[in-house]
């Protein structure tokens, strides 16, 4: 199922008749009144020639294309710009679209697309459920081509907002314009393909920096064959796995943010022409100061990526790094120190009047983990020490 949605063009009693080609084989010259006429063609030619044809065209339209012209094309007589770009489609397709109207004025007039929105996803579920009834047929189905030409210039609002809207709906979504030379009076095909990929690098760059999320990230360089790209998201889909799971694997988390250091380090220097890579670098600071804040320094700060996680909701993950992490964090940052550990252990001898359970039981944690740390980094002069420690904290947890 193919459906076109354009913005009808204008005409005026000065309109000549233009010439469009492309770049594309089996295509050739379109003459068009209108650009959006030219667009139409040129989709219907490019459909035919992969042996599928355009089902349905909704048709935006203002007051001024509603109404009576003059021009030297009409064959001496008047029509509104609607009418001539139906009778021109007609004309050049035996097989043309079924024709829908949805009317801009009043949107136009308040600056607003609120209604447009709502009405042209209510005619492509119609148009959907209306196929399904005669076929089986699935949002994948169904593409929807953006004719992006025509219209008054605030219409681009309205055409980025449909490319979100129709993309989330999960219907494959196209966009194509001209650009016309009025001297020459001719002009060009392009389309928007590189560039909606482009937003959509930036959208899952945006969802892995947010949910730490990585599989849309990887689908927009599923192509790339650059090794730095390659293992980059590999590392940032090891994070997606160790992060999603309530269960944090502290030791292989702790290798994972490590390794994503690196790699983003290596693409970031990479001078990899391949397409969009560029993207990619452009945006790996972003990267860097959600997760590491000084990608200079080699030791990963778990503050920062216990703050990630809370900001976005990762509750469970962010108290289980913060119960395996942060001993280690205040005493490598010098928070504190041995001899209050010291202190603090001895006053757990004495008995304390109102103590909160909960509260009780983290400084206890708490001070294990220290011992733990110490144990294994300070050396072997605190030994002695830190064995008596931990005698009298497993006796008192």
Known sequence: MNILITVVSQIKESNTKNTYSSKEKNIGKIEA??????????LITKLGNENKRL?????????????????????GVTKSSYQHFIDSIKDYYEYPPDFLIIDLENSIAENSFDTVLEEIAKKISEIKNEAEKSS??????????????????NISVLIQQLTKLLSYYGYNVEAYY?????????????????AYRQMDILDAVNEFV???????????????????????LETLGNFTEAIQLCNVNIDKLDEILKNMKKRLNEV????????????????????EEQFFNDSIKSRIDYSQIIQWCLDNGYIQQALTIYVEKIPEYFFTKKFCRLTQIVNIIKKLKKKVKIVLLSQMLMQLFF????????????????EKSMSYNMKMLNHKY
């Open 136 to 153: 089986e047929i699935s949002d994948k189905d169904i593409t929807v081509y953006l004719d992006i030409s025509g219209g008054p210039r």
């Open 268 to 287: 970031k220097n990479n001078n990899c022409n391949e397409e969009n890579v560029f993207l990619l670098r452009l945006m790996i600071p972003l990267i």
């Open 210 to 232: 947010t949910t730490g999320k990585s599989k849309q990230l990887s689908n927009c360089f599923k192509n790339v064959e650059n090794e730095s790209v390659n293992k980059l």
């Open 55 to 75: 089902d349905k065209a909704i048709c935006l339209l203002t007051e001024n294309v509603k109404k009576q012209v003059k021009n030297e094309n009409f064959d």
């Open 367 to 382: 001070m294990r983990k220290y011992c733990h740390y110490l144990l294994k980094n300070v050396g072997i002069q605190h």
């Open 178 to 194: 001209t650009s016309f030379d009025f001297y020459s009076t001719t002009g060009e095909f392009y389309s928007c393909e590189n």
């Open 33 to 42: 009144l209108q650009v959006n006429e030219a667009c139409c063609k040129y």
